[in-house]
């Protein structure tokens, strides 16, 4: 399901085209069961979609016109170490995870602090399909339609107030399905500056290939931050938290001198263990050079001009 995408054909027809044959697998792989078995009808005349469906998505900007990974690979290929260690465990154990009922509370330097359900998250606005890369620090990347709005919707709903500088995420922890092993810190947290955050490319992401997301790529809601190494796109959040402090972040208090609070995708500076200049786009055996900013420099250079890169990784 390699999808080479003429520069004249909207990405919208692709998906709703090419990834129909790919959907039955895509809802037996992933788990989705019934309730997901309306949402097939995405993007077709279609009859009445499920309430737990994903809302029907509009195309939106930023996309990429690069093939697509196969979604086979992108729900069985997964970092997510709270259900293991390994690329497949995620797939395996993730399922465990029960995604209804789930709010997500926004709280900290806010005006409007206040928990969403998720029914009413996924309608707080317009719903779009953005075709992004997702690169790794392990330098393999993939090219994925996600389904979303920017995160900057739910911010302004809640009203930073003037002295909030970053946002930390905390995602869902429950030691009874998940590794108990202090692998990284759990709850897994992460966080953006809060420009990043409200930057039009950082996506508050529900559903990928047309569907809801798998629970091992972060049902019912993660972030997807394209510029930046995957750690930073924190999945299954439910805590969003405004400070006026850089929040320490999992990976950081891990290995301060491998992971740094920018996590900006750099193929000038190296990881402390590993080149960064190139990568594997999973499905290709050649290795392609990294792009600055992960392909996205031209929307996200500015935002930090004046600092040194080689010392903010
Ligand atoms: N909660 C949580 N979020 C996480 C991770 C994790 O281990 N736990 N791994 C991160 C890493 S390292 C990557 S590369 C991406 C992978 O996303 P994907 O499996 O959907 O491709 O998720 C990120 N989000
Ligand atoms: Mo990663």
Same mark, same amino acid.
């Given at each position: 399901m390699l999808i080479r995408r +003429? =520069?004249?054909?909207a990405p919208s027809e692709i998906t709703a085209r090419e990834l129909f044959e790919g959907r039955r697998e895509f809802i037996r792989r992933a788990g989705l069961? @019934?309730?997901a078995g309306a949402a @097939? &009808? *995405?993007? @077709?005349? =279609?009859p009445a979609r499920a309430a737990d469906a994903l809302p029907r998505t509009v195309p939106g900007p930023f996309s990429i016109g690069e093939p697509l990974t196969k979604l086979e690979s992108a729900i069985s290929y997964n970092n997510f170490y709270e259900f293991g %260690?390994? $690329?497949s465990g995620p797939e395996r154990? =993730? *399922? /465990?995870?029960?995604? /209804?009922p789930w709010t997500l509370r926004v709280e900290g330097l806010v005006c409007k602090p206040r928990e969403f359900g998720i029914e009413e998250l996924l309608k707080l606005a317009p719903m779009e399909e953005r075709i992004y890369r997702l690169r790794c620090v392990e330098a393999w990347s993939m090219v994925i339609p996600w389904a979303g709005y920017p995160l900057a919707a739910l911010l302004k709903a809640v009203e930073p107030l003037g002295s909030a500088k970053y946002v930390e995420f905390v995602t869902h922890y429950d030691p009874a399905i998940m590794?108990?092993?202090? %692998?990284?810190? &759990?709850p897994y947290h992460e966080g953006l500056r809060l420009d990043e955050a409200l930057h039009p490319l950082t996506l508050l992401t529900f559903g990928m290939y047309g569907e809801l997301l798998p629970n091992q790529n972060g049902a019912p809601v993660r972030i997807v931050v +394209? &510029? $930046?190494?995957?750690?930073? #796109? =924190? $999945?299954?959040?439910?805590t969003l938290r405004l400070l006026e402090e850089q929040p320490a972040t999992a990976w950081i208090k891990q290995a301060p001198q491998e992971y740094g609070?920018?996590?900006?995708?750099? +193929?000038? %500076? #190296?990881?402390p263990r590993w080149n960064q200049a190139t990568e594997r786009r999973i499905g290709e055996q050649r290795r392609r050079p990294t792009l600055m900013f992960n392909g996205y420099a031209e929307q996200v250079a500015q935002l930090y001009q004046g600092m040194d890169l080689h010392k903010h990784y």
């Amino acid at each position: 399901m390699l999808i080479r995408r +003429p =520069a004249d054909i909207a990405p919208s027809e692709i998906t709703a085209r090419e990834l129909f044959e790919g959907r039955r697998e895509f809802i037996r792989r992933a788990g989705l069961g @019934l309730a997901a078995g309306a949402a @097939l &009808w *995405h993007g @077709l005349p =279609a009859p009445a979609r499920a309430a737990d469906a994903l809302p029907r998505t509009v195309p939106g900007p930023f996309s990429i016109g690069e093939p697509l990974t196969k979604l086979e690979s992108a729900i069985s290929y997964n970092n997510f170490y709270e259900f293991g %260690v390994t $690329k497949s465990g995620p797939e395996r154990n =993730a *399922h /465990r995870m029960q995604v /209804r009922p789930w709010t997500l509370r926004v709280e900290g330097l806010v005006c409007k602090p206040r928990e969403f359900g998720i029914e009413e998250l996924l309608k707080l606005a317009p719903m779009e399909e953005r075709i992004y890369r997702l690169r790794c620090v392990e330098a393999w990347s993939m090219v994925i339609p996600w389904a979303g709005y920017p995160l900057a919707a739910l911010l302004k709903a809640v009203e930073p107030l003037g002295s909030a500088k970053y946002v930390e995420f905390v995602t869902h922890y429950d030691p009874a399905i998940m590794n108990t092993r202090q %692998v990284i810190e &759990w709850p897994y947290h992460e966080g953006l500056r809060l420009d990043e955050a409200l930057h039009p490319l950082t996506l508050l992401t529900f559903g990928m290939y047309g569907e809801l997301l798998p629970n091992q790529n972060g049902a019912p809601v993660r972030i997807v931050v +394209p &510029w $930046k190494y995957g750690f930073k #796109s =924190a $999945k299954s959040i439910v805590t969003l938290r405004l400070l006026e402090e850089q929040p320490a972040t999992a990976w950081i208090k891990q290995a301060p001198q491998e992971y740094g609070f920018y996590a900006n995708v750099n +193929p000038e %500076v #190296s990881h402390p263990r590993w080149n960064q200049a190139t990568e594997r786009r999973i499905g290709e055996q050649r290795r392609r050079p990294t792009l600055m900013f992960n392909g996205y420099a031209e929307q996200v250079a500015q935002l930090y001009q004046g600092m040194d890169l080689h010392k903010h990784y």
